[in-house]
């Protein structure tokens, strides 16, 4: 076997007889309680706990502001929300 330096690495067998046989796996990471995240975890579990309590969004809140908007006393100016929603997605 020529060792060269330069190009693929060669697939002949290895000194002492080894075959092709694919290379063992790289160690899988570490878990998370080893890596610290455990720590992070433990700080941040009562924030997630207050979190997940919360409702995706404010239903009365919804409810007040859409019937301000259906008696109009709300203003709503669609041009000025269709341009909004235009620079959020990239138009300008």
Same mark, same amino acid.
């Given at each position: ?6 190009? $693929?690495?060669?697939?002949?067998? /290895?000194?002492? !007889? ?9 160690? #899988?990471? $570490?878990? #998370? ?6 720590? +992070? ?5 009562? $924030? /997630?706990?207050?979190?997940? $309590? =919360? ?7 919804? /409810? ?5 908007? #259906?008696? !109009?006393? =709300?203003?709503?100016? /669609? ?6 929603? +235009? ?6």
């Amino acid at each position: 076997m020529k060792i060269t330096g330069t190009g $693929a690495p060669s697939m002949a067998p /290895a000194i002492g !007889g080894a075959t092709n046989a694919p290379a063992p796996a790289a160690a #899988a990471p $570490a878990p #998370a309680a080893e890596t610290g995240a455990v720590l +992070q975890s433990e700080v941040l579990k009562p $924030a /997630a706990k207050a979190l997940a $309590a =919360l409702p995706d969004f404010d239903a009365a809140r919804v /409810a007040e502001l859409r019937d301000a908007l #259906a008696k !109009g006393e =709300l203003p709503f100016d /669609a041009s000025r929300l269709a341009g909004l929603i +235009q620079r959020f997605h990239g138009g300008r």
